[in-house]
């Protein structure tokens, strides 16, 4: 049938992910977990959360992918991985707020969620949703067994990027089980410890679990504690009340601010504009990269007839005003994603296989790179070849725009050091993108030196 086991699901017993070749998701269901899957559909749980749309859709498939297992469920393809070390302070917020609303309404039916990984979520159509379909059990009188994990991998990073940084997400890629409780506390302000909330879930629950390395007395005492659904319920509402009062500081970064900063005049800018929308129209790409795509205003332009549009960029401030301006306008075909493009998300994990680097999930038709390549050629001194190479691996077809020496962007990053760019120039970057790209059309943009270019990947079939 042409399923590709996912190298990342392996340590569930419940059941293995595959990708099938339209890209849905198949997910081998075990012997083991039969009991729970049939009292997750029977309760009622599984209508309720798909009907709310904070689960994946997913049917039951008619044949097994894998042999000897007890059903195989397929769900709606995702239409790009994306992880929480790649997301704004309001995604990963908003993907906490689902895993509790699940939480609460698992308990309702009298069951619960048994784990909370933030790798449970994805963002779909502009929302997040659920897509661990095994992740549900029996609620009995136990506590919340995944509360631990709900405070590593939710409430830990956003405190942190909170009281500290909004980009303090991006160390999550090192901390694959949740950034440590004892490493959160120690980092945070010692006035968090002034919030009921944060004092208790974490610099107290760091406490315990110091109190309790080895895991066998806090397990016995454990073991022991009796909690009714009710309480079950009322704990998942304060949780979700402490996250709901974490919000990031108003700040300026560099990049945060970029539109509002540019030495474009208004005309040069509707210019840009026009000539972006221009482009996507004749080319209506299915899947959009925009790189360096800052809040997003020429994402926004590529996004059309239900495509995909990724928008990314290193700013986690930007990242999390274009998430905002995307969900209060309902704008579903967006994704922006935090991204270092001079440092994009690698393979990481178990065998370096369990998440995949940012540019192994890249497969587009259009990418775009506008007032990109002027950082990375002189800010990061990566020369216009390489550059040429990596976009040529991206997609099929690239929007760019070339700023040269004499626009004053670039006259500031080479004021406090030495220009050794000589090859910086239109005539060197056509020479850098010639083996990778075909020239397809070349336009000043009016009002400024700057030009966009439009090139087609080399065997690469296309129109434009």
Known sequence: MGETRNAGSFRDPSGTVFIA?????????????????????????????????????FREADELVEPGSFKTLKAEKIEFVSYPYEWSFGQLKDAALLTLEIQKTALEHNMMLKDASAYNVQFRRGRPVFI????????????????????????????????????FNAVMAEYLDGIPLELASKLLPWKSRFSPG?????????????????????????????????SKIAFAESLRSLVRSLKLPESKTEWGDYYSDTNYGDAAFAAKKELVAQTAEELRPRRVLDLGANTGVFSRLASRDGNLVVAADIDPVAVDRHYRFLKRGKIADVLPLRIDLANPSPAIGWDNRERDSFFSRCDFDLVMALALVHHLAITHNVPLPMIAGTLAGLGRTLLIEFVPKEDSQVRRLLSTREDIFPNYHADGFLAAFEPYFELRRRTLIPGTKRELFVFRKRGTDGAL
């Not at 070749?21 to 309720?48: H, K, M, Q, T, W």
């Not at 009188?141 to 009281?163: E, I, N, V």
């Not at 004092?199 to 909690?227: C, N, P, S, W, Y």
Request: hydrophobic share 40%; net charge positive.
């Open 21 to 57: 070749a339209d890209g849905s998701i198949l997910r081998s269901v075990n012997p083991v977990y039969r009991e729970n899957y049939e009292r997750f559909c029977s309760s009622g749980l599984r209508e309720r959360l798909c009907r709310d749309g904070l689960l994946v859709p």
């Open 132 to 167: 661990d379909l095994l992740s549900f059990e029996t609620a009995d009188d136990r506590p919340w067994s995944a509360y631990g994990q709900f405070c590593s991998h939710f409430l830990a990073p956003l405190a942190l990027m909170a009281k500290r940084d909004a980009g």
């Open 198 to 230: 944060l004092l208790f879930h974490i610099h107290l629950h760091a406490k315990m679990q110091r109190r309790h390395q080895d895991g066998r007395a806090a397990a016995e005492k454990t073991k022991r504690v009796r909690v009714s659904v009710g």
